[in-house]
């Protein structure tokens, strides 16, 4: 394990984020869904600046401490509805998103010499090691980018139309 370098990406990617979100926001695509199920870049967001509020750092934080602890709940399901993601101004989630993880990533760096492997046992998953959750926290992070950057693509193909896009590649 090396948590270092994975800190590093934690630290980071908030600029990545940023800067694909200037590109959706700017061609005016920050609320447009492929289609009703997917989420659009704004909800993306949202959902990115609740899990570093209510999944990674504090389950981590919960197997280091105690492991059998109950971690909290996650419904996802139909969350950006719920809590309206697509109403909700893009700075401010932003910005939100960007304190938090500045906050995680000090709260990561104050840590010192940890165990990686201690493990929460969970329910349907089974074992899960405070490693695995930051090693997943990074992986995260760049799956959301990549779903920004496939808005971005989407968009290119229904803005371009009729013309194909064919020429730029295939999405993989």
């Excluded at 996650?74 to 401010?92: H, W």
């Excluded at 990549?146 to 693509?153: M, T, W």
Aim: net charge negative; proline share 8%; glycine share 4%.
């Amino acid at each position: 394990m090396k948590p270092d370098p994975l800190i590093v990406r934690l630290e980071h990617f908030p600029k990545a984020l940023r800067a694909a979100v200037a590109v959706a926001e700017a061609s005016g695509m920050l609320h447009w869904k492929p289609a009703p199920q997917h989420w659009s870049v704004l909800e993306i967001c949202c959902h990115l600046r609740d899990e570093e509020r209510e999944d990674f750092r504090p389950r981590i934080a919960s197997t280091l401490e105690a492991p059998t602890r109950p971690w909290s709940p996650l419904n996802l399901e139909g969350i950006a509805e719920t809590r309206r993601y697509n109403e909700q101004d893009v700075a401010t989630v932003l910005n939100d998103f960007e304190r938090e993880r500045a906050a995680s990533v000090a709260w990561l760096r104050s840590l010192g010499a940890v165990d990686w492997t201690v493990a929460h046992p969970h329910p349907k998953a089974g074992p899960v090691a405070a490693g695995e959750l930051l090693a997943s926290w990074a992986a995260h992070d760049a799956l959301h980018l990549r779903q920004v950057a496939r808005r971005l693509y989407d968009a290119a193909e229904t803005d371009g139309a009729p013309y194909r896009i064919v020429y730029a590649g295939e999405w993989r």
